[in-house]
């Protein structure tokens, strides 16, 4: 599917991939991240290479959003699922519910504190999803169509908190369809189109 | 003489104290393209499921009021994945024609047709669990296509194609409506001015018709 | 020359009801080895990988050999081969009797492998023109098609959890308990979820409309395939003849 691919993703820059249905752009983006192996080649994530690295480790410092939020879901709650990474890596309580309190907030999703995930709208869950990324402070984040099921109001409010964390050094990959939000964020655009990346734009 | 018509729909979920929709009613004619917008979580794909009938038949609630409708009604839902799940593109088109025990003959030709319409000929004996979302999403669109259904209703289907794709499913919805065909989709506003009859936005439990890309008269 | 997997899906379903009834008959464990020998090459005849297969399985292979082990500790027969005081904890009969569940279950999962290398659609539809009523070809063909989805999804669980930083391996034992419980979770509210979903969508698209339906897919079995089929059935009969005559 993707054949001899060479690519740099800069640690404080925001990339965007773009390209027709199909073109390889999630598979990418899963290959980038070490969810899945390549098959040949060499993968260096912050100068590591990925192949000795156990997702985890990639994991605590790479924030990766699924493009069906469905897949990322693991709790009885919302409030659970934006704490959970926080409570396994033994962060202490009372930050663990700042964190988590502030996020709700972010993503006017406080109604939703004790909702169980999987029965919430795609918007919510997506919501949810960025959530629980964002929680666990990752110094870059791949996000797989983020925008899919949020309105116009809401990507406004998601404009702002990436382009904090842009302004806070973390780098990140958008892989999406939306021309405008990609315009709004991304300053390096990479078009891929049959599983190779056939430009290489800054704007 | 309405395609469809609903009448203070109000419905309610299970274990919420809120009601998710409140009073709505509205009318679609033949031959129109009406856009669902408003903000995520308001009740769109609620409504969506009323109008097709999808709640109360399926999902259990508190739901007053009613609908009518002329012909039959294809939905195409916002997950692609809980749509699609036989082996092949082929065989999902297939299926709903199958279930209206339309002859092979019929069947085959609806699925030529639809393949060719959207553009998946390449696609036809793919497994469509292997291919992407967007794709997946076409199929969907595709499995509801065949069953040439007079009032279509998508949920968010546009959002997850890319801009060629789009404009192609744009241009079948559009010859849809011209063979007199009632379409509702739910969508973010800027995706559809272009082709939408009327526009109305779903907040807080209430419809409010929004003035009309078109130039069409408001309300 | 046809290859093996073209055949027709109730040819391979005569073939493995073949093998699963002569495996549950027979309790010999010669019988049962060569048997199951001729399932793997079966196997490998129709174009499936047998450690393909058993790797895929291995977790439930695992506890296949428990199984197994344990039924040889609890129902001792024969010569003692190991001894804890007074229990018999290892017997040769009871070896010989673990060995055979071992053996059955082998020919069971090699089975569901030459089913496998046909999909699940042509699958049901081999039951429907055999006169099974489509509701319960259509079950049978769901399971089929969301078995090997579960396992994707636990797997994809996992994924989740090493993405939020969570190395599973390294927490302490209680912890360790409850993330690999809320692993659990999502597959099977998501198991009941889709299930909802799907059922949504094909009621939609006009699932039992009518108390009958047509089917596109039309199958049509060619001479190999009633060859194959009565070969099949002939040879079972032979090896039962066989089996029953000896023993």
Same mark, same amino acid.
């Given at each position: 599917?993707?054949?001899?691919?060479?690519?740099?993703?800069?640690?404080?820059?925001?990339?965007?991939?773009?390209?027709?249905?199909?073109?390889?752009?999630?598979?990418?983006?899963?290959?980038?991240?070490?969810?899945?192996?390549?098959?040949?080649?060499?993968?260096?994530?912050?100068?590591?290479?990925?192949?000795?690295?156990?997702?985890?480790?990639?994991?605590?410092?790479?924030?990766?959003?699924?493009?069906?939020?469905?897949?990322?879901?693991?709790?009885?709650?919302?409030?659970?699922?934006?704490?959970?990474?926080?409570?396994?890596?033994?962060?202490?309580?009372?930050?663990?519910?700042?964190?988590?309190?502030?996020?709700?907030?972010?993503?006017?999703?406080?109604?939703?504190?004790?909702?169980?995930?999987?029965?919430?709208?795609?918007?919510?869950?997506?919501?949810?999803?960025?959530?629980?990324?964002?929680?666990?402070?990752?110094?870059?984040?791949?996000?797989?169509?983020?925008?899919?099921?949020?309105?116009?109001?809401?990507?406004?409010?998601?404009?702002?908190?990436?382009?904090?964390?842009?302004?806070?050094?973390?780098?990140?990959?958008?892989?999406?369809?939306?021309?405008?939000?990609?315009?709004?964020?991304?300053?390096?655009?990479?078009?891929?189109?049959?599983?190779?990346?056939?430009?290489?734009?800054?704007? | 003489?309405?395609?469809?018509?609903?009448?203070?729909?109000?419905?309610?979920?299970? $274990?919420?104290?809120? @009601?998710? /929709?409140?009073?709505?009613?509205?009318?679609?004619?033949?031959?129109? &393209?009406?856009? =669902?917008? #408003?903000?995520?979580?308001?009740?769109?794909?609620?409504?969506?499921?009323?109008?097709?009938?999808?709640?109360?038949?399926?999902?259990?609630?508190?739901?007053?009021?009613?609908?009518?409708?002329?012909?039959?009604?294809?939905?195409?839902?916002?997950?692609?994945?809980?749509?699609?799940?036989?082996?092949?593109?082929?065989?999902?088109?297939?299926? $709903?024609?199958?279930? @209206?025990? /339309?002859?092979?003959?019929?069947?085959?030709?609806?699925?030529?047709? &639809?393949?060719? =319409?959207? #553009?998946?000929?390449?696609?036809?004996?793919?497994?469509?669990?292997?291919?992407?979302?967007?794709?997946?999403?076409?199929?969907?669109?595709?499995?509801?296509?065949?069953?040439?259904?007079?009032?279509?209703?998508?949920?968010?289907?546009?959002?997850?194609?890319?801009?060629?794709?789009?404009?192609?499913?744009?241009?079948?919805?559009?010859?849809?409506?011209?063979?007199?065909?009632?379409?509702?989709?739910?969508?973010?506003?800027?995706?559809?001015?272009? &082709?939408?009859?009327?526009?109305?936005?779903?907040?807080?439990?209430?419809?409010?018709?929004?003035?009309?890309?078109?130039?069409?008269?408001?309300? | 020359?046809?290859?093996?997997?073209?055949?027709?899906?109730?040819?391979?379903?005569?073939?493995?009801?073949?093998?699963?009834?002569?495996?549950?008959?027979?309790?010999?464990?010669?019988?049962?080895?060569?048997?199951?020998?001729?399932?793997?090459?079966?196997?490998?005849?129709?174009?499936?990988?047998?450690?393909?297969?058993?790797?895929?399985?291995?977790?439930?292979?695992?506890?296949?050999?428990?199984?197994?082990?344990?039924?040889?500790?609890?129902?001792?027969?024969?010569?003692?081969?190991?001894?804890?005081?007074?229990?018999?904890?290892?017997?040769?009969?009871?070896?010989?009797?673990?060995?055979?569940?071992?053996?059955?279950?082998?020919?069971?999962?090699?089975?569901?492998?030459?089913?496998?290398?046909?999909?699940?659609?042509?699958?049901?539809?081999?039951?429907?023109?055999?006169?099974?009523?489509?509701?319960?070809?259509?079950?049978?063909?769901?399971?089929?098609?969301?078995?090997?989805?579960?396992?994707?999804?636990?797997?994809?669980?996992?994924?989740?959890?090493?993405?939020?930083?969570?190395?599973?391996?390294?927490?302490?034992?209680?912890?360790?308990?409850?993330?690999?419980?809320?692993?659990?979770?999502?597959?099977?509210?998501?198991?009941?979820?889709?299930?909802?979903?799907?059922?949504?969508?094909?009621?939609?698209?006009?699932?039992?409309?009518?108390?009958?339906?047509?089917?596109?897919?039309?199958?049509?079995?060619?001479?190999?395939?009633?060859?194959?089929?009565?070969?099949?059935?002939?040879?079972?009969?032979?090896?039962?003849?066989?089996?029953?005559?000896?023993?």
């Amino acid at each position: 599917m993707i054949d001899q691919l060479s690519l740099c993703l800069y640690k404080g820059e925001t990339t965007a991939l773009i390209g027709p249905n199909g073109a390889g752009k999630t598979t990418l983006g899963k290959l980038l991240t070490g969810i899945i192996k390549p098959a040949a080649g060499q993968l260096l994530i912050f100068g590591e290479d990925a192949r000795s690295l156990p997702l985890s480790r990639i994991g605590q410092k790479v924030g990766y959003c699924f493009q069906n939020p469905r897949q990322q879901l693991l709790a009885a709650s919302v409030e659970e699922e934006i704490a959970f990474g926080l409570v396994y890596r033994g962060v202490r309580r009372e930050t663990i519910e700042t964190t988590v309190d502030s996020l709700l907030e972010l993503f006017e999703i406080e109604h939703l504190r004790r909702a169980f995930p999987l029965n919430l709208s795609w918007g919510e869950k997506r919501r949810v999803v960025l959530a629980a990324c964002l929680a666990l402070n990752p110094q870059y984040l791949v996000l797989d169509e983020p925008t899919v099921g949020l309105d116009a109001e809401r990507i406004r409010t998601f404009n702002r908190v990436l382009a904090r964390l842009r302004e806070n050094g973390i780098g990140m990959l958008l892989i999406s369809h939306d021309q405008e939000f990609v315009r709004e964020n991304a300053g390096r655009i990479l078009p891929m189109e049959g599983g190779s990346i056939i430009d290489d734009l800054r704007i | 003489m309405y395609m469809l018509e609903a009448k203070s729909i109000s419905f309610r979920y299970p $274990g919420q104290t809120k @009601l998710i /929709l409140e009073n709505i009613s509205m009318t679609l004619e033949a031959g129109q &393209i009406t856009a =669902l917008t #408003g903000p995520s979580g308001g009740g769109k794909s609620t409504l969506a499921y009323c109008l097709s009938g999808v709640i109360p038949a399926q999902i259990k609630g508190e739901f007053s009021g009613w609908v009518t409708h002329q012909g039959r009604v294809g939905i195409v839902f916002q997950d692609a994945d809980a749509q699609v799940f036989l082996p092949t593109v082929e065989d999902e088109l297939a299926f $709903g024609p199958e279930n @209206l025990c /339309l002859p092979r003959q019929e069947i085959a030709a609806r699925i030529n047709g &639809i393949l060719e =319409l959207l #553009g998946m000929e390449d696609l036809r004996l793919k497994n469509p669990a292997r291919l992407s979302g967007g794709q997946k999403q076409l199929v969907a669109l595709g499995g509801v296509l065949t069953l040439a259904p007079d009032i279509l209703v998508l949920d968010e289907t546009l959002s997850q194609l890319d801009q060629i794709t789009r404009e192609r499913v744009k241009k079948v919805l559009l010859a849809l409506k011209n063979q007199g065909r009632t379409i509702i989709m739910i969508e973010h506003e800027s995706k559809i001015n272009d &082709i939408a009859d009327q526009i109305w936005l779903l907040a807080e439990g209430r419809m409010q018709r929004l003035p009309s890309p078109t130039g069409g008269e408001q309300s | 020359m046809t290859s093996a997997s073209e055949l027709d899906p109730r040819t391979k379903l005569t073939i493995i009801i073949c093998l699963t009834s002569a495996a549950v008959i027979i309790s010999n464990w010669a019988f049962l080895g060569g048997l199951c020998l001729v399932s793997f090459i079966l196997l490998a005849i129709f174009g499936a990988s047998p450690w393909g297969i058993i790797k895929r399985v291995r977790l439930l292979l695992y506890m296949v050999v428990v199984i197994a082990l344990m039924q040889s500790i609890f129902a001792p027969s024969g010569q003692t081969l190991l001894a804890f005081g007074s229990v018999k904890l290892v017997t040769a009969g009871g070896l010989l009797k673990g060995a055979e569940f071992l053996l059955r279950m082998l020919i069971i999962i090699a089975s569901a492998g030459i089913l496998s290398t046909s999909n699940h659609r042509e699958i049901m539809q081999g039951l429907v023109q055999w006169k099974l009523p489509y509701e319960i070809a259509f079950m049978a063909s769901m399971g089929i098609r969301f078995l090997p989805v579960f396992a994707e999804e636990f797997r994809d669980a996992v994924i989740a959890v090493q993405l939020r930083g969570v190395d599973i391996k390294q927490l302490p034992l209680r912890q360790k308990l409850e993330v690999t419980a809320s692993l659990f979770q999502p597959v099977v509210a998501g198991a009941l979820l889709r299930s909802k979903d799907i059922a949504m969508s094909i009621e939609m698209r006009g699932f039992r409309a009518y108390p009958t339906r047509s089917s596109y897919l039309v199958l049509e079995l060619k001479g190999y395939d009633y060859a194959v089929m009565i070969s099949a059935v002939n040879g079972t009969i032979i090896m039962m003849g066989g089996y029953f005559f000896i023993y």
